[in-house]
């Protein structure tokens, strides 16, 4: 019954979906310069596709261009339609910091077939990323993009979307391609409405990056994702060095990844200093049936890594975990938000309260079907607050868990941007 519901929501946000596109304009920006690109999106109403010409040579934008609507931004494809970022990344105290692309929106949008390269640097790590993207939408896609040189995230989220990331390219030199934080869901801050909602997995409420390359040419190497505010990521049948959730803790009043399905892929890792592929430091969820592949002098120890920050040293406002926080359970077990725990008490205002253990559920990590060099895998737990056969499960599939269906519905019928449309509607400045 749970399975027919999915697909029964899915079909009519889809349904939905075909009918705003079977009303749809087509608006053609006349140049790729972002005067011309912004004045297009004004144009635009919900539904619409904002259609750019092809500008192989690059165009650079010194200020962000903003969609605020539900709409299609199209380029004519990869190495057609190229983006320079120049817009500044901010200074030491990040102020001025901003993306190339800001999407806030409520309903569908989709950006796709470009390139955007990396011009501006991030010199104090501000990470407003290249593509901001906010807002509430349930369904989004962000496809055919490659992002080169990069100087920040590639692609940044807030709020409370879901959707997904595919057939995109990721490169750049020790910088994140995705950022992911769920810190308004169900309308409440910091990753808190997460926090206190049902794990989910197998359902439509995450991000997902699935058919994406990661690519890192640093000696460092940086991961394909990160995750804190709440954030909840699948990340399936992609190609990258390595991945990282963050905790409730160095973030501060943020709390940590809520949630994960990683399944499908192929890690590589970059270079020596790499030393692990799948790094965990909060919450729950599944991996299994990935390859993890190294040689040489890239080697890893371990290839599944948990860890509990809190094990060693105070993080305000949560503090250490050893049994003088309130926040964490009696004895100091559970730590908040610690791998293996999911669902609990909600939680607001900063400092968080009530300032009490928030009674979250016991939620296991479960891994299966992972190789290291054709050899099967364990996870590496780190800390004593994390423990086999209670906060995770070696070499055991998940009872019950069923993967939401691949490849997302929201990418069907189209691996490659859609043909520029024929009936375009000019737009002057």
């Known amino acids: 019954m749970l399975r027919f519901a999915k697909w029964l929501s899915l079909a009519f946000l889809l349904s939905a979906l075909s009918c705003s596109e079977a009303r749809a304009t087509n608006v053609a920006a006349l140049t790729c310069s972002q005067t011309d690109v912004s004045t297009a999106i004004g144009q635009a109403v919900i539904g619409d596709t904002v259609v750019m010409p092809s500008c192989p040579s690059g165009v650079s934008w010194t200020t962000t261009v903003t969609v605020g609507k539900g709409i299609t931004l199209q380029g004519q494809g ?237 993080y305000n406002p949560w503090g250490q975990c050893n049994g003088s926080s309130s926040y964490d359970g009696p004895g100091s077990y559970p730590c908040i938000d610690q791998v293996g725990r999911g669902q609990g008490n909600l939680l607001s205002g900063s400092p968080a309260s009530p300032a009490t253990w928030p009674n979250e559920a016991l939620d296991p990590v479960y891994q299966w079907g992972n190789t290291h060099n054709g050899a099967s895998v364990n996870l590496s737990p780190q800390g004593p607050h994390i423990q086999p056969n209670r906060d995770y499960y070696d070499n055991v599939a998940k009872p019950g868990y069923v993967a939401y269906p691949y490849p997302h519905p929201l990418t069907l019928g189209s691996g490659t941007p859609p043909a520029p449309p024929t009936n375009l509607q000019g737009v002057v400045n």
């Open 78 to 314: 990869i190495g057609q339609t190229v983006l320079i970022d120049n817009v500044p990344k901010g200074n030491s105290n990040c102020g001025g910091a901003a993306p190339l692309l800001s999407v806030n929106s409520n309903a569908f949008f989709r950006l796709t077939g470009f390139t955007i390269q990396g011009g501006a640097a991030d010199s104090f790590i501000c990470q407003p990323a290249h593509v901001a993207i906010s807002g509430s939408s349930p369904a989004f896609r962000i496809d055919n993009i490659a992002f080169t040189n990069m100087m920040t995230v590639g692609i940044r989220s807030s709020g409370s979307l879901f959707g997904v990331v595919d057939h995109c390219t990721f490169q750049g030199g020790h910088k994140n391609g995705l950022l992911i934080e769920h810190n308004g869901f169900a309308g409440a801050s910091y990753g808190d409405g997460s926090w206190a909602a049902p794990t989910a997995l197998g359902s439509s409420q995450f991000i997902f990056i699935e058919n994406c390359t990661f690519t890192d040419p640093s000696a460092v190497g940086a991961g394909a994702f990160d995750v804190d505010g709440g954030g909840r990521v699948v990340f399936r049948h992609n190609t990258a060095a390595f991945v990282v959730g963050h905790g409730t803790e160095t973030s501060g009043r943020f709390r940590g990844m809520r949630a994960f399905e990683i399944y499908n892929n192929t890690f590589i890792p970059v270079q020596n200093s790499q030393f692990t592929g799948v790094y965990l430091r909060s919450g729950t969820g599944v991996i299994y049936n990935n390859t993890f592949n190294d040689s040489g002098s890239n080697n890893w120890s371990n290839v599944i890594i948990a860890t509990n920050y809190r094990d060693s040293q105070p």
